[in-house]
């Protein structure tokens, strides 16, 4: 900032000022920090600050920042020298995408704040979400052309919950990394059914044909990196139909990046998931907590 924007603010006529819009801030604060204190987004408790875990919930959080499938990104026992090792199911099938990396495992703690989100409309859980997707999302993207692709909704699911939580949560890594996102590249073509109860082939019949291109597709995607966005990776097949679609556009590269991803680790023994219930936008539970 040069000299003379430094004088300005610092003049006699914009210091009080500034310095009363400070103290009226910061009491306002206390006010409502007073009346309704910030809460820990993984179990409620009280804690310092808006968007963060209690201590407890914080060291439960298992981020996935180490080995990995180089192709979907699974937590893989030990790496290879050149980092370009795959997971069995990508060798037999590989998968649409190049890279599928999750902040977070699912867990407790990352449950409840994808699905209070979700169903809670606890929509300021976006920005904690974004907060821990952006170091691997800068990772994913490296210098190339990058462009976040939110998965949609269809407009029946969009009109009911009256918000897409993927695009909630790509408007902040936008806002936090500055990478452009497009909400309108890739379409929702048709509802799909539930998922829950089926099998990975019954799944994927479900979901297929259920993306689309925008019109203006192809000219948007024409050799740019397309990072999927989306809050929680499960099975895999929304993913996957997503990133077919994409494949179509003439992008250069198609990856994904999601808030949390389903692993053996991540299950509770006394709680065992069907993966199919957790996959992007299936779930018909409502969180009201």
């Known amino acids: 900032m040069g000299a003379a924007a430094q004088d300005v603010e610092s003049g006699p006529s914009a210091g009080p000022a500034d310095a009363l819009a400070r103290n009226l801030k910061q009491a306002g604060r206390a006010i409502l920090d007073y009346a309704l204190p910030p809460r820990c987004p993984g179990c409620g408790v009280i804690v310092g600050g808006d968007r963060q875990f209690c201590l407890t919930c914080w060291q439960s959080l298992d981020f996935l920042d180490g080995p990995a499938c180089a192709r979907c990104s699974i937590p893989l026992p030990r790496a290879l020298p050149d980092g370009d090792l795959q997971c069995g199911a990508c060798l037999a099938s590989p998968p649409p995408f190049d890279g599928a990396p999750a902040a977070v495992a699912y867990g407790p703690a990352a449950r409840t704040v994808a699905l209070r989100l979700k169903y809670g409309r606890r929509l300021g859980h976006a920005r904690l979400m974004a907060q821990l997707m952006a170091r691997p999302l800068a990772t994913l993207a490296g210098e190339g052309d990058a462009l976040l692709v939110p998965i949609p909704l269809h407009r029946w699911r ?72 989306d809050d929680v ?46 996959d992007s936008d299936i779930m018909d539970q409502i969180m009201t907590g």
């Open 158 to 229: 969009l009109w009911s919950r009256g918000f897409n939580q993927a695009a909630l949560v790509a408007d902040e890594l936008t806002r936090l990394t500055g990478m452009p996102h497009d909400h309108h590249l890739l379409l929702r073509a048709k509802a799909t059914a539930s998922l829950r109860g089926k099998t990975r082939r019954e799944r994927e019949k479900v979901v297929a044909g259920a993306f689309a291109l925008a019109e203006n597709g192809r000219a948007k995607a024409a050799g740019r990196h397309l990072i999927l966005i």
């Open 233 to 278: 990776h499960a099975s895999g097949a929304t993913l996957r139909a997503a990133a077919k679609a994409l494949r179509r556009s003439g992008a250069a590269r198609v990856s994904a990046l999601s808030w949390a991803r389903v692993v053996p680790d991540a299950l509770m023994t006394s709680n065992i998931f069907d993966f199919a219930t957790l």
